[in-house]
């Protein structure tokens, strides 16, 4: 007897013959399941076999191990995984999840490879039908695990032991537990003076004096690198006029825009910013006033928004605003896509950014809209997390906002701290322990010393110059610094000691001011309870440069010039955590013969030579009125002038209701009554009378 078989995907035809070859039965068998699968299932794809020459082809001339454009490298199989800037590249098992996809479909801008011919459909397909396999590196091998997300939970790990001796402090003893693997001998430290003139900039934002340096370098008092850290710290007015800069890029806070009204959107919170930074205000009190102010004097300016251009979507509605920016600034988590639709690259989706929203709107059910589109949906207040949301106590705006800065200082929330340490370590060290300060869900360098340092920081108050003093004295801080080449990868960096930084605007022309006498000299407002009160610098110039009236204004307090803009301070119409680091073609300008640069070298030289003949104080000026779109009355005292000059400049606005002119109606008041300005007569060449 012989059996022949017909095989096929559905079922299989058996026919039973007997030996004489005539037809016995024939009968229809059903394959089992697990051959039905193997049936149908497609050959896994072979990732150095079929996807690395795709890439080696179409990607590596952004994407290699070299120029890591975004941060990320498909150099490898490694590089792959680890991803970029934005996080995760690939989400093994989603192809609809992962933003190489999206990148490579052009369903995220710009269509990758850019401004080249795009894959051709076959080839996204497989690339594709690899990440939905597992995106293995075989076919045998095991499916690729799951990028890391943060937890939201903060727990403070246990202080390990070590073998270098001198890492003692608990911070230290982390970063050896990570350094020791990684080198053959415990690493050297910095020299006394540049360890000084890392810390002088990074609390004042000023350089030391020469007699500073040479009596820290003649100092032989053991821990006298701690006590300097503190010493700065204990000076509030300097260490405030440094970090205002930090914190103005962070809270869109910007006095010298002009074009920006409180009519057109934008509320200055200058006088109490300045205030908290010098009072150091607990830095859960610090984001629970932001997000629910209440109290006279509350910086309500920042849920206002930047709507200078007006509502164009509904994306930019200041409640919306006040969901990103939150999210963005304090939690590490970016909700700019999914504004406008369920993100394409995380699991944040439209209605997680308009329920966030809803906290802040001016009422407790928002319409939803997917690209300006109405959905007839509407959000209610929601929080991302849903294990920490609290439901507000009425429907009132009021009840809605503490709400919500009852749950962003919650001591479950472990991103809030985990966020601002990152902040402060990259802005100290030149790269943060996770290498997006924005996006809080990539992986860390070292999550204990991330642990650690977000612990300690709750244990001790939320005490913010506490923190910063935690990692000065350091010796990570301490460490020789390293240069940056090109861009670093996300994951797979490894830690060797603080990145090469540079000056930024603020601390360059502040630099020029203490270098050259070149300050902005003004007679200061009346203080106010929370307003900022301007401080001398930090060492007086030479007796020829010494000013008889007045104090000298710090970079922050004066709008920005070409030459700030072109060394890298923002106009803040947005969150900026990060400013631009590489060198451009304007500030090489601004630096060769740029007008405001060589003015001020120009005058410094005169100065030196005693060729400068003296000028007088200025009583009013856009640093004292504190914002400069603004018609409020104002009153300068000039009683003791013998000359009075009035002086209107430029300042680059078309703006109607800015380019007023600063003076305009104005008139002298005195014993004998008013005179109207516009009444004087010239006397002649050098002033006016009456």
């Given at each position: 007897?012989?059996?022949?078989?017909?095989?096929?995907?559905?079922?299989c035809?058996?026919?039973?013959?007997?030996?004489a070859?005539?037809?016995?039965?024939?009968r229809?068998?059903?394959?089992?399941?697990?051959?039905?699968s193997?049936?149908?299932?497609?050959?896994?794809?072979?990732?150095?076999r079929?996807?690395?020459?795709?890439?080696?082809?179409?990607?590596?001339?952004?994407?290699?191990?070299?120029?890591?454009?975004?941060g990320?490298?498909?150099?490898?199989?490694?590089?792959?995984?680890?991803?970029?800037?934005?996080?995760?590249?690939?989400?093994?098992?989603?192809?609809?999840?992962?933003?190489?996809?999206?990148?490579?479909?052009?369903?995220?801008?710009?269509q990758?490879?850019?401004?080249?011919?795009p894959?051709?459909?076959a080839?996204?397909?497989?690339?594709r039908?690899?990440?939905?396999?597992?995106?293995?590196?075989?076919?045998?091998?095991?499916?690729?695990?799951?990028?890391?997300?943060?937890?939201?939970?903060?727990?403070?790990?246990?202080?390990?032991?070590?073998?270098?001796?001198?890492?003692?402090?608990?911070?230290?003893?982390?970063?050896?537990?990570?350094?020791a693997?990684?080198?053959?001998?415990?690493?050297?430290?910095?020299?006394?003076?540049?360890?000084?003139?890392?810390?002088?900039?990074?609390?004042?934002?000023?350089?030391?004096?020469?007699?500073?340096?040479q009596?820290?370098?003649?100092?032989?008092?053991?821990?006298?690198?701690?006590?300097l850290?503190?010493?700065?710290?204990?000076d509030?007015?300097?260490?405030?006029e440094h970090?205002?800069?930090?914190?103005?890029?962070?809270?869109?806070?910007?006095?010298?825009?002009?074009?920006?009204?409180?009519?057109?959107?934008?509320?200055?919170?200058?006088?109490?910013?300045?205030?908290?930074?010098?009072?150091n205000?607990?830095?859960?009190?610090?984001?629970?006033?932001?997000?629910?102010?209440?109290?006279?004097?509350?910086?309500?300016?920042?849920?206002?928004g930047?709507?200078w251009?007006?509502?164009?979507?509904?994306?930019v509605?200041?409640?919306?605003q006040?969901?990103?920016?939150?999210?963005?600034?304090?939690?590490?988590?970016n909700?700019?896509?999914?504004?406008?639709?369920?993100?394409?690259?995380?699991?944040?989706?439209?209605?997680?950014?308009?329920?966030?929203?809803?906290y802040?709107?001016?009422?407790?059910?928002?319409?939803?809209?997917?690209?300006?589109?109405?959905?007839?949906?509407?959000?209610?207040?929601?929080?991302?997390?849903?294990?920490?949301?609290?439901?507000?106590?009425?429907?009132?705006?009021?009840?809605r906002?503490?709400?919500?800065?009852?749950?962003f200082?919650?001591?479950?929330?472990?991103?809030?701290?985990?966020?601002?340490?990152?902040?402060?370590?990259q802005r100290?060290?030149?790269?943060?322990?996770?290498?997006?300060?924005?996006?809080?869900d990539?992986?860390?360098?070292?999550?204990?010393?991330?642990?650690?340092?977000?612990?300690?920081?709750?244990?001790?108050?939320?005490?913010?110059k506490?923190?910063?003093?935690?990692?000065?004295?350091?010796?990570?801080?301490?460490?020789?610094?390293?240069p940056?080449?090109g861009?670093?990868?996300?994951?797979?960096?490894?830690?060797?000691?603080?990145?090469?930084?540079?000056?930024?605007?603020e601390?360059?022309?502040?630099?020029?001011?203490?270098?050259t006498?070149?300050?902005?000299?003004?007679?200061?407002?009346?203080?106010?309870?929370?307003?900022?009160?301007?401080?001398?610098?930090?060492?007086a110039?030479?007796?020829?440069?010494?000013?008889?009236?007045?104090?000298?204004?710090?970079?922050?307090?004066?709008?920005?010039?070409?030459?700030?803009?072109?060394?890298?301070?923002?106009?803040?119409?947005?969150?900026?955590?990060?400013?631009?680091?590489?060198?451009?073609?304007?500030?090489?300008?601004?630096l060769?013969?740029?007008?405001?640069?060589?003015?001020?070298?120009?005058?410094?030289?005169?100065?030196?030579?005693?060729?400068?003949?003296?000028?007088?104080?200025?009583?009013?000026?856009?640093?004292?009125?504190?914002?400069?779109?603004?018609?409020?009355?104002?009153?300068?005292?000039?009683?003791?002038a013998?000359?009075?000059?009035?002086?209107?400049?430029?300042?680059?606005?078309?703006?109607?209701?800015?380019?007023?002119?600063?003076?305009?109606?104005?008139?002298?008041?005195?014993?004998?009554g008013?005179?109207?300005?516009?009444?004087?007569?010239?006397?002649?060449?050098?002033?006016?009378?009456?």
């Amino acid at each position: 007897m012989g059996i022949f078989g017909v095989a096929a995907n559905v079922t299989c035809c058996v026919i039973v013959l007997s030996a004489a070859g005539e037809r016995a039965s024939k009968r229809w068998l059903a394959p089992s399941r697990e051959s039905a699968s193997h049936l149908s299932q497609p050959r896994l794809v072979d990732f150095e076999r079929q996807i690395q020459p795709i890439i080696n082809d179409r990607c590596l001339e952004c994407h290699s191990q070299d120029k890591r454009k975004g941060g990320l490298s498909l150099a490898s199989y490694a590089d792959a995984l680890d991803g970029g800037r934005n996080g995760p590249a690939i989400r093994p098992g989603s192809a609809t999840r992962s933003i190489l996809i999206h990148r490579l479909t052009g369903a995220v801008e710009p269509q990758m490879p850019k401004d080249k011919d795009p894959l051709t459909p076959a080839e996204i397909a497989l690339i594709r039908q690899w990440i939905d396999q597992g995106a293995r590196r075989t076919p045998t091998s095991a499916r690729a695990p799951q990028p890391w997300e943060a937890p939201l939970a903060l727990t403070m790990p246990a202080i390990p032991r070590i073998t270098w001796t001198a890492w003692d402090a608990p911070l230290d003893r982390f970063v050896a537990k990570y350094l020791a693997p990684r080198t053959k001998t415990e690493p050297a430290l910095v020299s006394d003076a540049l360890f000084a003139r890392r810390a002088y900039l990074d609390v004042w934002g000023l350089l030391p004096t020469p007699e500073q340096v040479q009596r820290f370098i003649g100092d032989t008092t053991p821990g006298k690198r701690a006590a300097l850290v503190a010493s700065l710290l204990a000076d509030d007015e300097k260490y405030a006029e440094h970090w205002m800069s930090f914190w103005n890029d962070l809270l869109r806070n910007e006095d010298g825009v002009t074009y920006f009204s409180e009519t057109a959107g934008r509320k200055s919170i200058t006088d109490w910013l300045f205030a908290s930074l010098k009072s150091n205000m607990p830095y859960d009190q610090f984001v629970t006033r932001l997000i629910n102010p209440k109290d006279s004097g509350d910086p309500d300016g920042f849920l206002v928004g930047v709507n200078w251009r007006g509502e164009t979507s509904a994306a930019v509605t200041p409640w919306m605003q006040a969901s990103q920016n939150t999210a963005q600034l304090f939690l590490g988590i970016n909700l700019k896509c999914n504004a406008c639709h369920d993100s394409f690259v995380s699991k944040w989706k439209l209605k997680d950014a308009y329920s966030l929203a809803a906290y802040f709107a001016p009422e407790p059910k928002l319409q939803m809209y997917r690209c300006d589109v109405a959905l007839n949906r509407f959000a209610e207040p929601d929080f991302l997390f849903p294990e920490l949301n609290r439901r507000p106590a009425s429907p009132s705006l009021a009840d809605r906002r503490a709400a919500a800065a009852s749950i962003f200082t919650d001591r479950r929330m472990g991103r809030m701290p985990r966020t601002l340490v990152n902040r402060i370590w990259q802005r100290l060290l030149g790269r943060g322990l996770v290498a997006n300060a924005d996006e809080m869900d990539g992986v860390p360098w070292s999550s204990e010393v991330l642990d650690w340092l977000a612990s300690d920081f709750v244990d001790g108050g939320y005490n913010v110059k506490r923190l910063v003093g935690t990692i000065l004295s350091s010796r990570a801080y301490a460490l020789p610094a390293v240069p940056r080449t090109g861009e670093p990868p996300a994951r797979g960096y490894v830690f060797a000691g603080p990145e090469v930084r540079r000056l930024t605007a603020e601390q360059f022309a502040d630099a020029i001011g203490e270098i050259t006498g070149e300050w902005n000299t003004y007679q200061p407002r009346a203080p106010s309870s929370t307003s900022a009160t301007p401080a001398r610098p930090p060492s007086a110039p030479p007796p020829s440069m010494s000013r008889t009236s007045g104090v000298y204004g710090r970079e922050w307090r004066v709008a920005s010039t070409s030459l700030s803009r072109a060394l890298g301070r923002p106009i803040r119409d947005q969150v900026t955590s990060t400013r631009a680091v590489h060198a451009s073609t304007p500030e090489a300008l601004e630096l060769v013969n740029g007008e405001l640069l060589t003015r001020s070298l120009s005058r410094a030289a005169r100065r030196l030579l005693g060729q400068l003949p003296a000028e007088p104080l200025s009583l009013y000026n856009r640093t004292v009125a504190g914002r400069t779109a603004t018609s409020s009355a104002f009153e300068v005292d000039v009683s003791g002038a013998a000359k009075l000059w009035l002086v209107v400049q430029e300042n680059g606005s078309n703006v109607p209701e800015v380019i007023e002119p600063v003076w305009a109606q104005a008139e002298f008041v005195g014993p004998s009554g008013t005179t109207p300005l516009a009444s004087l007569k010239p006397a002649d060449s050098d002033g006016l009378r009456q």
